[in-house]
């Protein structure tokens, strides 16, 4: 597939790129420094791209840049999610101008494009509930206003998906091609966390749901390299289960 991956130069764009190159992606790169990007990579990996330059929050750029690489899908690791509740983001404002353009470009091509954007699990529904996890413990709130974004998009106009991990950890700064690890395949499902293991504790008033989502946090702990295989292995179809939802994922190995 052609895949036009945005934030790049970042910890989880990094492991992207060699993840969907070793899944047999075609890979464009929209990033504001290729020279930054190429002092990243290892030469080998960085001659198998093509670049462009541009800033994350131009949507008409990156429109042009979907329709001049002739991309079907987009995967945006760009912006960063500030965990504190009064933490400052810029993701808003980038998510809502890859948002405009892949909408538009799909207009253009008269076909929804595919999009992965990364998320993070305070958007995913506690497990037999009517709240998100992040009503309960104030964790990745800059993913809430985009979650409804997403969820008001009118039907047939984007085949968006919305990965949500907790934390990610590196496995390692080799960005060859094809890509090693070590670690197991994730384990996902759509709109929960997979695999939560629920308490008694959940029934303490005003504050059970909390202790069970902290009892439950450090099992949501994946490798950055996990999640970049998760979405380049997906994009191999074009028709996924994970299309118009947000995927909570876990290491079930562990």
């Known amino acids: 597939m052609k895949v036009l991956l945005i934030g790049a130069t970042g910890n989880v764009g990094l492991r992207l790129v060699p993840a969907l190159l070793t899944h ?4 464009s790169v ?10 990243l990579l290892p030469q080998t990996t960085y001659q198998q791209l093509s670049i462009v330059e541009g800033n994350a929050t131009e949507s008409t750029a990156i429109k042009e840049a979907i329709l001049n690489s002739q991309c079907e899908a987009v995967v945006n690791s760009a912006g960063i999610a500030a965990a504190a509740p009064w933490g400052k983001s810029n993701l808003p404002e980038i998510f ?20 992965w954007f990364l998320g ?42 919305m990965i949500c991990p907790s934390t990610m950890t590196p496995e390692s700064t080799d960005f060859s ?63 996924s289960q994970w299309i118009g939802t947000a995927v909570g994922i876990i290491d079930a190995s562990k």
């Not at 929209?30 to 002092?39: C, F, G, H």
């Not at 989502?213 to 994946?222: K, L």
């Open 177 to 239: 091609v094809p890509t090693k690890s070590s670690h197991a395949k994730l384990t996902a499902s759509a709109g929960t966390p997979p695999l939560w293991q629920d308490s008694w504790l959940r029934h303490i008033p005003f504050i059970g749901k909390s202790l069970v989502t902290a009892m439950n946090s450090s099992r949501y702990e994946t490798t950055l390299e996990q999640n970049a295989d998760f979405i380049a292995s997906d994009l191999e179809t074009r028709d």
């Open 120 to 161: 993070g699990m305070g958007v995913l529904q506690y497990p037999g509930a009517k709240s998100i996890i992040s009503d309960h413990i104030p964790i990745f709130l800059a993913h809430r206003q985009n979650m409804k974004l997403l969820q008001a998009l009118p039907a047939n106009t984007v085949d968006w998906s």
């Open 30 to 39: 929209y990033v504001r420094s290729a020279k930054k990007l190429q002092s």
């Open 96 to 115: 809502s101008a890859i948002l405009e353009a892949v909408r538009e470009a799909g207009t253009e091509l008269k076909k929804p494009l595919r999009v």
């Open 24 to 27: 047999g992606h075609n890979v």
